[in-house]
């Protein structure tokens, strides 16, 4: 299987703005957040499918979220932390976490074509990183 841009992220071949990283996952903000915080929660070794993932990586990643999704809430402020796994665009399993406070900004569309704002990302990745 060819190298997801997530395993060459994880490789330290693409930059990224992390938030957390063990020995089996890496968190790190999606340079097209649909809101501030948006971030990807992926396992190191790269599997197309959550379902797919052997039970320890599944528990890892699923660890990783819950602690990352607490501290969004903390450091945000916001009420909620959304949780979406979709799988589509990147084979490598996934999770988003979306901070928010309402539907909307739950719901908000990714601008994929907009520039990422890599100055506003750091800034973000510093306050939630651990």
């Not at 052997?54 to 009420?79: H, I, N, P, S, T």
């Amino acid at each position: 299987m060819e190298d997801s841009i997530f395993t060459k992220i994880v490789k330290g071949e693409i930059p990224c703005h992390k938030v957390y990283e063990d020995k089996r996952v890496l968190a790190f903000l999606d340079i097209h957040p649909a809101v501030a915080g948006h971030t990807l929660v992926i396992p190191k070794k790269q599997v197309e499918f959550v379902w797919d993932l052997q039970e320890e990586d599944y528990a890892a990643v699923m660890a990783a979220a819950k602690q990352v999704a607490r501290r969004m809430r903390e450091v945000l402020g916001v009420r909620y932390v959304g949780e979406k796994i979709i799988g589509v665009d990147v084979p490598h399993a996934h999770v988003q976490l979306i901070p928010f406070n309402t539907a909307t900004e739950y719901g908000a569309p990714q601008d994929m074509d907009a520039a990422p704002d890599h100055a506003a990302l750091a800034k973000v990745a510093e306050a939630l990183a651990f």
